[in-house]
């Protein structure tokens, strides 16, 4: 019930929001109908704007978990973005280098790249575990480290020199994952992930330690929780959740090799999520697809109506904003007319 109220509330401060822009669009002067038309006909009209919008939302699924789970025990990782391009470029050397036929090589890939992620993130843990240094600080740092470490390796030690621009090699053909009716496999993988992050975080003991983190740190201290030791295990699943996303960008993407700005906004587009999904696994994982709905159709906006494909993410601040309004505002009425009918009814009861 909780999880569709949060994406009940989400899309009523969605509709809002799109209020909102069409007076923007409008002061532009531009017809909010024409926008909004060319966003439904290149984001869900057709098969083909479908699929599009899925695949869009493919990294988008994986850097909201990785926020919301992150969020939602009471850790603040900023470092989606640095985690995703530490991923991507792993996957972009091992799908060049692996010397392993297709699927077992897809599969190392992934894994690895993950892995590596979540070794990103997990710094930020242990610098927090064991020098006391707060991980919004550290994850923020690690993404400019990320950032230029990895365009730095892009640019001249793994330097494709055929490329016109910083890039490494294209991977092996063999390592491209293969498209069903126009959806990339990399979004059933970010589905499964979606169903293996509910499980580890609503079924499992370490799951369990990792809410209660979020909702009470002191409480679950005193209670046995590791929290420490937690916070260290949520950093690398977080990771490897982004750094997984970063690897789909390269074998199932378009590029299929590491280049600058590959990462795009995907890693705060993630944070973003989380907070419009109130932390929820799933409820983020929703936003995530209708984000990618936004992604493919902003193309359509600027081809149809000449509104820049930047006013997406105008809009996408927008939603933000309006959804979190939106739903404290609810909840901030619901609890106080709860609160009044219950005092009635005490009342009532001692007469």
């Known amino acids: 019930m909780k999880s569709l109220n949060k994406i009940l509330t989400g899309f009523i401060g969605i509709a809002l929001s799109f209020l909102a822009a069409a007076v923007l669009i409008k002061l ?19 098969w083909f704007s479908l699929s599009s919008t899925l695949n869009n939302a493919t990294p988008l699924i994986l850097t909201g978990m990785a926020a919301a789970i992150a ?33 077992l090589g897809i599969f190392v890939i992934l894994i690895i790249s993950g892995i590596v992620g979540g070794l990103y993130g997990g710094l930020a843990g242990v ?6 240094m707060d991980e919004f600080i550290t994850t923020l ?26 890039a490494t090699h ?18 059933f993988i970010a589905i499964f992930m979606v169903f293996v992050s509910f499980f580890v975080v609503n079924h499992l003991k370490k799951g369990y330690e990792w809410r209660m983190m979020g909702h009470n740190y002191d409480f679950s201290k005193i209670g046995g ?46 944070v973003m999520l989380a907070i419009v999904g109130g932390n929820g696994v799933i409820e983020t994982s929703v936003f995530a697809i209708f984000f990618g709905f936004l992604k493919a159709g902003g ?19 927008i939603i933000v904003l309006l959804v979190v ?20 009814r005490v009342v009532k009861s001692s007469e």
């Not at 400019?144 to 892009?154: G, M, R, W």
């Not at 294209?170 to 979004?187: A, D, H, Q, V, Y």
């Not at 193309?299 to 601040?317: D, H, K, N, R, Y």
């Not at 404290?328 to 219950?342: E, N």
Request: charge should be neutral; aromatic fraction near 14%.
């Open 127 to 132: 610098l927090k575990k064991y020098y006391k």
């Open 28 to 46: 532009q002067g531009n017809s909010p109908i024409d926008a909004y038309r060319a966003l439904f006909n290149y984001g869900l009209a057709s």
């Open 71 to 103: 969020f939602s025990s009471n850790v603040v990782n900023l470092g989606e973005p640095g985690q995703l391009i530490v991923g991507a470029l792993t996957a972009a050397l091992l799908g060049y280098y692996l010397p392993l036929p297709g699927v």
């Open 225 to 270: 929780c590791k929290n420490e030791e937690n916070l260290i295990w949520v950093m690398f699943y977080t990771g490897f959740l982004s750094g997984l996303a970063g690897a789909l960008l390269i074998l199932g993407g378009t590029q299929h090799r590491f280049i600058k700005g590959i990462g795009a906004n995907y890693g705060w587009d993630g």
């Open 170 to 187: 294209m991977i092996k053909r063999e390592f491209f994952l293969p498209t069903i009716n126009g959806i990339n496999i990399s979004f």
């Open 141 to 166: 740092m690690l993404n400019f480290i990320a950032d230029y470490l990895t365009l730095y390796l892009a640019t001249y030690p793994f330097l494709d020199e055929n490329s016109y621009v910083p």
């Open 299 to 317: 193309i359509g906006m600027e081809f149809e109506v000449s509104i820049p494909s930047e006013f997406t993410m105008v809009l996408q601040a």
């Open 325 to 344: 309004a939106t739903r404290s505002t609810i909840s901030y009425y619901s609890d106080k007319i709860k609160a009044s009918l219950k005092a009635k």
